[in-house]
């Protein structure tokens, strides 16, 4: 069973390419970070925070994500996302995220909450195609 605690956390760089853009991704039109692969981005920090802590055979799913995306970030800059496990309750855990850009602002913030599953019975689960 996983062992995630209060203070777990990560951080991760990624380089804003042409196809991270609102206008590449189609939730927008302009040639900036799109909000979605921003919060790909998150969800990708709060994953490596706890990644260590789980069971063989265990993952976390995203349930719930709540950001605000409050400056734009353009091509070619560097930003850091970070995650760090605020909350712990059973298997679900929330994390405070947020994005940073060079200049030290704040690109994103907020709360994502992911579940621990056993990934076998989680696919086991998903209707036929």
């Not at 692969?37 to 265990?58: F, I, N, T, Y």
């Not at 409050?70 to 855990?93: F, K, M, Y």
Request: charged share 20%; net charge negative.
């Amino acid at each position: 069973m996983s062992d995630i605690q209060v203070g777990d956390s990560a951080t991760l760089e990624f380089q804003v390419g042409e196809g991270d853009t609102a206008a590449a991704l189609g939730s927008g039109d302009v040639p900036v970070l799109a909000t979605p692969r921003a919060v790909a981005w998150l969800e990708a920090a709060a994953c490596s925070a706890v990644a260590e802590r789980l069971a063989d055979g265990e993952t976390t799913v995203g349930i719930t994500v709540s950001v605000d995306h409050s400056v734009a970030t353009p091509v070619g800059v560097t930003v850091v996302a970070t995650a760090l496990v605020a909350e712990v309750d059973r298997r679900r855990a929330m994390f405070d995220v947020a994005l940073v850009n060079p200049d030290g602002t704040t690109a994103m913030s907020g709360v994502v909450q992911r579940v621990v599953v056993d990934r076998a019975e989680f696919l086991a689960s998903l209707p036929p195609v």
